[in-house]
Antibody, heavy 118, light 110 residues
Framework: QVQLVQSGAEVKKPGASVKVSCKAS????????FSWVRQAPGQGLEWMGW????????NYAQKFQGRVTMTTDTSTSTAYMELRSLRSDDTAVYYC???????????WGQGTLVTVSS | QSVLTQPPSTSGTPGQRVTISCSGS????????VKWYQQLPGTAPKLLIY???QRPSGVPDRFSGSTSGTSASLAISGLQSEDEADYYC???????????FGTGTKVTVL
C-alpha cells in the first residue's frame, strides 16, 4: 500500500531554514511527483509547488519562488522541501502529497508542524 | 490567497442532502477538471472526487461532484455523522501555472 511518511515537528527561529522530508513506499518512486501543501492554524490549504520524482523538475508557486527548494533522492525514495528565511506566518502544517503533473493529489503524508517563533 | 470561492460553512441533519459550491474562473474550473478533498478533524486531507465527478476506490457513492462553466458542486446525500469535516475544491490554474484550492467549507452534522 502507498505510504508517505514525513519527518517530525520542528521549531525554528525567524530567519532560519527548515527542511521537511517525505519518505515514499508501496509504489515506484520515479513514476510520480510530489506536491507540497501547507495549512496555517485554522486556515485553508495552500499549494507550494511540485517536483517530479522522475527527473527532479520543479514548479513553484510564485509566492514561494526564491525561498523554497524541493528535491528528491531516488536512492531512498524521499522527497524534501526546504523553506528559507522563515517568518512567523510560515507557522503551519506542511504536507507532501503524491501527484502526477496537474493531476489529483491521491495520497498524502501525515503532515509536519513547523513552528516559527522567537 | 485562494482563487476558488466556497461558502464557509453548511449543515444538515443525518440523512439529509447538502451541497457545497465552488466558484472559479475560465483559467481554472473553466478549463481544467475539479477535485474535491475531505479533511476530517486533525487529519491530512483525503481525495474524495477527481475529474469533476469520479470517486476513488473506497469513497461511498453518497458523494458526487458536478461542474457547470466556471463553477463546481459537491453533493453529499444521506448525510452521516462521520461526514463532519472540512471540504476543499481544487483545480489546476493555467494563468498561475499552479494548483489552486478553494477557501474550504465546514460541514456540520446537526
Amino acid at each position: 500500500q502507498v505510504q508517505l511518511v514525513q519527518s517530525g515537528a520542528e521549531v525554528k527561529k525567524p530567519g532560519a531554514s527548515v527542511k521537511v522530508s517525505c519518505k515514499a513506499s508501496g509504489y515506484t518512486f520515479t513514476t510520480y511527483g510530489f506536491s507540497w501543501v501547507r495549512q496555517a492554524p485554522g486556515q485553508g490549504l495552500e499549494w507550494m509547488g511540485w517536483i517530479s520524482g522522475y527527473n527532479g523538475n520543479t514548479n513553484y508557486a510564485q509566492k514561494f519562488q526564491g525561498r523554497v527548494t524541493m528535491t528528491t533522492d531516488t536512492s531512498t525514495s524521499t522527497a524534501y522541501m526546504e523553506l528559507r528565511s522563515l517568518r512567523s506566518d510560515d507557522t503551519a502544517v506542511y504536507y507532501c502529497a503524491r501527484q502526477l503533473w496537474a493531476a489529483p493529489l491521491d495520497y498524502w503524508g501525515q503532515g509536519t508542524l513547523v513552528t516559527v517563533s522567537s | 490567497q485562494s482563487v476558488l470561492t466556497q461558502p464557509p460553512s453548511t449543515s444538515g441533519t443525518p440523512g439529509q442532502r447538502v451541497t457545497i459550491s465552488c466558484s472559479g474562473s475560465s483559467s481554472n474550473i473553466g478549463s481544467n477538471t475539479v477535485k474535491w478533498y475531505q479533511q476530517l478533524p486533525g487529519t491530512a486531507p483525503k481525495l474524495l472526487i477527481y475529474s469533476n465527478n469520479q470517486r476513488p476506490s473506497g469513497v461511498p457513492d453518497r458523494f458526487s461532484g458536478s461542474t457547470s462553466g466556471t463553477s463546481a458542486s459537491l453533493a453529499i446525500s444521506g448525510l452521516q455523522s462521520e461526514d463532519e469535516a472540512d471540504y476543499y475544491c481544487a483545480a489546476w490554474d493555467d494563468s498561475l501555472n499552479g494548483y489552486v484550492f478553494g477557501t474550504g467549507t465546514k460541514v456540520t452534522v446537526l
